[in-house]
């Protein structure tokens, strides 16, 4: 089976770095059914953590993190890969983009019950090159 390659909107949320902030925000999108692709979150600056929210359904996001009190960032676009899990998947993915010159900025991926999943943060001027290289 082959690697799914599609865009995907992402957005952020700064919040508090204490506990329990990760916690709300997802209890906050849960309650509205909001399904996530992918959630990261990592030390932000002044104290904050940011975490990254990659929905199945952006509009549902947007309308949701309102009404939970969000302040969400604008738009962005990131590269959400998908496939059957075996050694080196990732890797694979890695160098079609290295060959075609395109710098990763950031990535994070998972393997479960068979499958793999992958987002990749490129420049927003390297999405179409990227998708390009990965087929999507």
């Known amino acids: 089976m082959a690697d799914q390659i599609r865009r995907v ?3 952020y949320v700064e919040v508090p770095d204490k506990p329990g902030e990760g916690a709300r925000v997802l209890a906050g ?3 509205s059914g909001v399904d996530l692709l992918n959630f990261t979150a990592f030390p932000g600056v ?3 953590t940011q975490i990254d929210l990659v929905p199945q359904d952006a ?4 309308r949701a993190a ?3 009190g969000l302040k ?3 738009r962005k676009q ?3 890969v998908q ?3 075996r050694a080196g998947a990732a890797a694979d993915v890695l160098r079609k983009l290295a060959e075609a010159k395109v710098n990763v900025r950031a990535a994070n991926g998972c393997a479960g019950q068979g499958g793999f999943g992958l987002i990749l943060w490129v420049a927003p001027s390297d999405l179409t090159a990227a998708a390009k290289a990965l087929g999507a």
């Open 66 to 68: 309102d009404k939970a």
């Open 59 to 62: 509009e549902a996001l947007t």
């Open 29 to 31: 999108l849960k309650e």
């Open 83 to 85: 496939g059957q899990n």
């Open 46 to 48: 002044g104290g904050k």
């Open 9 to 11: 909107d992402y957005f």
């Open 72 to 74: 969400l960032s604008a």
């Open 78 to 80: 990131a590269l959400f």
